[in-house]
């Protein structure tokens, strides 16, 4: 007999706590939620949980919703007293005021996930360490280079290059001048050839700048 009038009290008690909570808290719980916020502070089991819920729903003392195959409770609003115009008042105040709170939130979240897309496709730690090491050894390799270079002895002087210059000019110049008259040769023969340029070209065994891929130098 006592452990019965213990198991009642436990059960009677689980159902004062949930429905205190419930009333409190205005809002819709599932039994896990329930259980999960209450069962540090007071103890309460699961299945103890899930019955005093279905008791209390079945006493019409809060309301019960099923979604599926969860159910969902909440504190019957016409047991809750009704709010004065001054408090319906202060929660609009209050829902204003946390509505601004969740909107610079969302835009402080913004700018973090920005923030965040930004560091993900930038170089890490390790891999800017990496190029580092690797731009030195280029920057060494061209400081060796360039000391071999000043400390040669065979440099052009501004003479030897000037008449080379004016060599290739006059090169250039000279190939224009030829090309220009073979072709304008060529032309002329070709006006009574009975067969096609490239035809002349292989019987006669003319090769052109072309087929080598050689190209003039722009004249200067």
Partial sequence: MSKGRDGAGAGGGAAAVL?????????PYSAQDAFS???????????????????????????EKVYGKQKIYFADQEQLPAASDAELR???????ALSGQVQALQQSCRQME?????????????EV?????????????????????KSATNHVTPEEKEKVCSEQKLYCRE????????????????E????????FFEEVGIETDEEHNVVLPAAV
Wanted: charged share 35%.
């Fill in 19 to 27: 429905l205190r909570y419930l009333r409190e808290q205005n809002r």
């Fill in 37 to 63: 916020n209450l069962q540090r502070e007071h103890g309460l089991g699961k299945a103890a949980v899930v019955k005093a819920l279905e008791q209390l729903a079945q006493q019409g003392r809060v309301r």
């Fill in 90 to 96: 202060g929660l609009d105040a209050q829902i204003a």
């Fill in 114 to 126: 920005a923030e965040l897309k930004d560091l993900s496709s930038s170089m890490t730690t390790s």
């Fill in 129 to 149: 360490a990496k190029e580092i090491k690797e731009l030195k050894k280029d920057c060494e390799s061209y400081t060796e280079k360039l000391e071999r270079m």
């Fill in 175 to 190: 190939w224009r001048r030829r090309k220009r008259m073979a072709t304008e040769l060529l032309d002329a023969i070709l």
């Fill in 192 to 199: 009574g050839y009975p067969k096609s340029k490239k035809q």
